[in-house]
């Protein structure tokens, strides 16, 4: 069973353009805080993996914007792993406006590397304890049973 992890967020006016609506880079940070959720929820803590001189960088990054989310609302992200191969994770996420409307579907790539070199590293062989939470929380494929 795939895990969902939810985020809610009150929309602050620095976030919006002139329009009153929330200006598209900051989808990028919620989506950051919706990944740092679900990093909690599987009972990590990114901050100690950077403490082991591991960082996570984004590599690709996707958003499709469908509804406006303005000033004053709460929105809710929720966040998935879609893919994960034991070196690379994808993240799957969906953001709602106050209505509970889809406001932007999106996903980002990342990979982790040593901090000082930015070599690649296993996260299978690195974090064996990772692993095995994003194997057991990540989208199962459908395996044709109703």
Known sequence: MMHISTKEIEVRYAETDQMGVVYHANYLIWMELGRTKLI??????????????VISPVIDIQASYKKPVRYGEKTTIKTWIAEYDGMRVCYGYEIYNEAGELSLTGMSKHVCVKKESFRPISIKRCFPDWHEAYNRAKRQPEDGRG
């Open 40 to 53: 909690e929820d599987l009972g990590f803590n990114y901050a100690r993996m950077e403490e082991e001189g």
